[in-house]
């Protein structure tokens, strides 16, 4: 959450069935660094999903990020690898968000 409000203010948590899924599924990641607090990382936006990023961390050859989703009043329920937005800007920063991301690239709502 910022204070020029460019960003989405949805908040939401990862539900502990969810984090053990994850752990299961990716028995390798580093559990201390699995977001638990998310917050949604696209523009402000009044429709659709909300996108949080979970875990960052993993080594080579994996590309990308484990992020998960959830609408409005509801808790997140899925999580899946995303590679990388590939998109940068005029002046060559990385955009922080997954491929096909619906919305702005971060480097534009800064
Ligand atoms: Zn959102
Ligand atoms: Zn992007």
Known sequence: MNS???QCESASILPPQM???????YPSIDRRLVEEDLACVLAPHTDGEHYALLYDHFPAPIMGALWTRWQ????PDSFWIRPDCPTTS???DA???FLAHPGAHTWETR
């Open 19 to 25: 984090r053990r899924e994850v752990l299961q599924t």
């Open 90 to 92: 005029p002046h060559s």
């Open 4 to 6: 020029l409000g460019q």
């Open 95 to 97: 955009c922080a968000h």
């Open 72 to 75: 409005d009043d509801e808790l």
